[in-house]
T-cell receptor, first 116, second 117 residues
């Protein structure tokens, strides 16, 4: 069964460093998402992406964040200058294109980001 | 903005018994979707069950069923014949009904379910 994959599973970085979190969505999916979950808290939406552009972004997704689909298979989240409060689990999700129907979002296993 | 509230931070159930997790939400939309996601210790997000707001019939998936009360904006999850593998964090989530757009999920704060022998 196809699944969303994410790499790395755990990333440790120093404050102020740039990180890139990678996701490979399910191959025939066209809608992509990033969510984050700070330890012990709820899952929060960051950004959605469709047709090579951002569809929606939350207040969390400020100028330090960017997303890209560089090669038609990968979907990346970049944090330019990490802060301590960026430490969280980051989930990638994807969903197929089905006009007028339900679009289930399939989640990847997450990348745990630790900022020291 | 839509909000999702889960008022039970923790619940406990004995193996083989039934437990109900509560969820309420707030929206001005008439068409939307509701979900329950399970997050085991591995932290993978797994879809348990979904409900379309335009359907009056409550969704069921094997041992999992929902009680959807649209007027009350309530969406509870019932787990029957609880198993040790059901122990996890359960999140209620909401999504607007859009066609052709990447609409986001809005999650509640979660309910941690413990299953005891």
């Amino acid at each position: 069964e196809p699944e969303v994959t994410q790499t790395p599973s755990h990333q440790v970085t120093q404050m102020g460093q740039e990180v890139i979190l990678r996701c490979v969505p399910i191959s025939n999916h066209l809608y992509f998402y990033w969510y984050r979950q700070i330890l012990g808290q709820k899952v929060e939406f960051l950004v959605s992406f469709y047709n090579n552009e951002i569809s929606e972004k939350s207040e969390i997704f400020d100028d330090q964040f960017s997303v890209e689909r560089p090669d038609g298979s990968n979907f990346t989240l970049k944090i330019r200058s990490t802060k301590l409060e960026d430490s969280a689990m980051y989930f990638c999700a994807s969903s197929p294109k089905q006009f007028g129907k339900y679009n289930e979002q399939f989640f990847g296993p997450g990348t745990r980001l630790t900022v020291l | 903005a839509q909000t999702v509230t889960q008022s039970q931070p923790e619940m406990s159930v004995q193996e083989a018994e039934t437990v109900t997790l509560s969820c309420t939400y707030d929206t001005s939309e008439s068409d939307y979707y509701l979900f329950w996601y399970k997050q085991p210790p591995s932290r993978q997000m797994i879809l348990v069950i979904r409900q379309e707001a335009y359907k009056q019939q409550n969704a069921t998936e094997n041992r999992f069923s929902v009680n959807f009360q649209k007027a009350a904006k309530s969406f509870s999850l019932k787990i029957s014949d609880s198993q040790l593998g059901d122990a996890a964090m359960y999140f209620c989530a909401y999504r607007d009904y859009y066609t052709g757009t990447a609409s986001k999920l809005t999650f509640g704060t979660g309910t941690r379910l413990q299953v005891t022998l």
